[in-house]
């Protein structure tokens, strides 16, 4: 009886993954690129304080 215990947390682990799969979708290669972070530009910029 100790593989039924294997077999439903295996169960739970797949129901997991497709969860997340279908909540967070998946990278397919055609998504945009990352906009840059323009505070990294700023670094160099004077501070008035």
């Not at 593989?3 to 797949?14: G, R, W």
């Not at 990352?34 to 530009?41: G, H, K, S, T």
Request: net charge negative; hydrophobic share 45%; charged share 25%.
């Amino acid at each position: 009886m100790p593989f039924i215990d294997i077999i439903i947390f295996a169960v739970i682990a797949v129901l997991l993954v497709l969860r997340l799969r279908s909540v967070l979708g998946q990278r397919t290669g055609y998504d945009e690129q990352p906009q840059r972070d323009n505070r990294l530009d700023n670094e160099s910029a004077e501070v008035i304080s």
